[in-house]
């Protein structure tokens, strides 16, 4: 990310405006953009692309702060962002392709085809994936994107499974399709589990875009869903107890543990493991188990009482809880 003052030196009360290019890497795909460059001036500054790839294809943004000294706030009034797409018909000349971001802001783009990198990638109708292949979940209460997005908005493109072969229907209500985004499942259900791939033809020979697995998400987007169990719920003194935390979720949605135990105020020393799989359900269905156990070797009067699992995910926290006697 850069910051780009317009006035350099301000002194402390005086107010000073930074445009802000996120520049690091490119739109999307997490590519690294190489050949970049800014140029400031007086009302405006350029974000400047030298030899664009197709890999470049995504939504620019800038915005700008309004600093007092050193501190800076955001003028949300004064953001700006566009979409650019790098196909093949695009800056066949160097300085040929702007695009105004805002009043003070704009992105210039240079084709050089004498460089290394061969300037704009003719023909190559989607933009690069870093895999040949690529996981998609179904969650049931969320849309979904197959992200086959294209260089030129005008490339005719279809969506296929592989199994049986055929084509998958765009109605533009259910499944809808977006060059700026790809297919998207407004509403995903279980039967649009598979592997797909993406068609596209633009005065030439078709292309064909990366493989897709679409896996159905049982458990459905919220806080952790939390059971807990123990090895015993009575326990002799001398006995090795141990009690297991549970957590079903979303296969992409990580979940942290921490527990709460009779010893702990004691430090009395426990064995902690957390462990994470993905499951087929049969049907198609995949969920995300997430475990945590606690382990209490040679268990004495200390260590009877609750023993509470705290499960947390980025959407809330759940607590259980279960209590060992000590007989």
């Not at 590519?31 to 350029?46: A, F, N, P, W």
């Not at 007092?68 to 066949?92: L, M, W």
């Not at 084709?111 to 179904?138: C, H, M, T």
Request: with cysteine.
């Amino acid at each position: 990310m850069g910051l780009l003052p317009i006035g350099q030196g301000c002194l402390e009360d005086e107010l000073a405006e930074v445009i802000i290019w996120p520049y690091s890497s490119s739109p999307g795909d997490g590519h690294t953009i190489s050949g970049v460059g800014i140029k400031q001036h007086d009302r405006y500054s350029q974000l400047i692309l030298a030899n664009s790839t197709a890999a470049d294809t995504g939504e620019y943004s800038c915005w700008l702060l309004v600093c007092k000294g050193y501190n800076c706030k955001k003028d949300e009034s004064k953001t700006g962002s566009t979409y650019i797409f790098f196909a093949g018909q695009v800056c066949t000349k160097p300085n040929s392709a702007y695009q105004s971001v805002m009043g003070k802001a704009c992105i210039k783009s240079h084709a050089s085809p004498q460089s290394n990198r061969g300037g704009i990638d003719k023909g190559e109708l989607f933009v690069p994936s870093p895999s040949y292949f690529e996981v998609v979940y179904l969650n049931p209460d969320k849309p979904a994107v197959i992200p086959c997005r294209v260089t030129n908005p005008s490339a005719k493109v279809t969506l296929h499974q592989e199994f049986p072969a055929e084509e998958v229907k765009v109605d533009g209500i259910d499944i809808i399709y977006d060059a700026k985004k790809g297919f998207v499942y407004q509403h995903p259900k279980s039967e649009h589990k598979g592997v797909v791939y993406c068609r596209a033809e633009s005065r030439g020979a078709p292309q064909i875009s990366i493989k897709y697995q679409l896996l159905y998400v049982e458990v459905p987007s919220g806080p952790p869903s939390t059971t807990i169990k123990a090895s015993t719920n009575n326990a002799n003194g001398g006995d090795d107890i141990s009690v297991l935390c549970t957590v079903l979720g979303e296969p992409d949605v990580e979940v942290e543990f921490n527990w709460i135990y009779p010893g702990q105020e004691y430090e009395r020393p426990v064995i902690i493991q957390d462990t994470w799989r993905l499951i087929d359900r049969g049907i198609g269905h995949t969920t995300r188990i997430s475990e945590s156990v606690i382990t209490v070797e040679d268990f004495e009067t200390i260590d009877a009482g609750n023993y509470i699992c705290i499960a947390q995910n980025l959407r809330g926290q759940t607590t259980v809880a279960t209590h060992v006697e000590l007989i």
